[in-house]
């Protein structure tokens, strides 16, 4: 897709939200024709632009985005593909997840199906998640401790065994302690259930 007349973003942050208006716009019709023809008539869709600092032109620039939808209905296509349009990271949450699970295979932090909770809660401290763009792809990469792991990821063994990692509530703990860093730094799309990316002191 060209992005044509908005192509200038860094020049004219005015015209990123254009375009974000517009793109979103042609998103949404497509999903909610596509849920329709599922017979799902209840689809809504909400679009959450938090804006750091509307008087400060440098944060204008870069803003986060969050989206919001029932499950199923689209909302992680959105938002990589909205991601890729505008050269933000989408923060996959699942991959932090995965790349948790990937640490704690590779650690010997698993006994069969068994979770060494004590060994983990200790050395979680020492996973850092972070996001870099593919220009390849367009999509992010998952980096576990300044590691490309997003290959390792995506394997079944990985699928296997992340639900009962995702289910500690300090590794959950964790995970959105290193969203919210993320957020700071604007530039990211991702789904409204992590929101307080964008303003971690919002009560």
């Given at each position: ?6 192509s200038?973003f860094?020049?004219?942050?005015s ?5 974000l208006?517009d793109f ?44 919001d939808?029932?499950s ?16 933000y ?12 699970t990937l640490?704690?295979m590779e ?5 069969g ?6 060994k ?13 763009l ?19 990821i ?10 009962p ?15 919210q ?10 789904d ?9 002191t919002?009560?």
């Open positions: 897709m060209s992005l044509g007349k908005y200038t860094s020049d004219n942050p015209s990123l939200l254009l375009f208006s979103l716009t042609f998103l949404i019709l497509s999903d909610l024709f596509h849920c329709f023809y599922r017979g799902n008539a209840w689809l809504i869709f909400k679009i959450n632009v938090s804006l750091a600092d509307k008087s400060d032109e440098l944060n204008m620039k870069k803003i986060t985005i969050a989206i939808g029932f199923s209905c689209g909302k992680s296509t959105m938002a990589k593909d909205l991601a890729r349009e505008v050269g990271i989408y923060i996959d949450s699942g991959a932090m997840y995965r790349a948790v640490y704690s650690n010997g932090l698993f006994t199906n068994d979770i060494d909770t004590e983990l809660k200790e050395q979680i401290k020492d996973i850092h998640i972070s996001f870099q593919n220009p390849d792809t367009g999509r992010p990469d998952t980096f576990l401790n300044g590691v490309n792991v997003e290959k390792k995506r394997t079944m063994e990985i699928s296997s065994r992340v639900s990692i995702a289910a500690l509530d300090f590794v959950r703990e964790a995970m959105v302690a290193q969203q860093e993320m957020g700071k730094s604007k530039g990211i799309v991702m409204l259930s992590l929101i307080h990316i964008s303003e971690p919002r009560p």
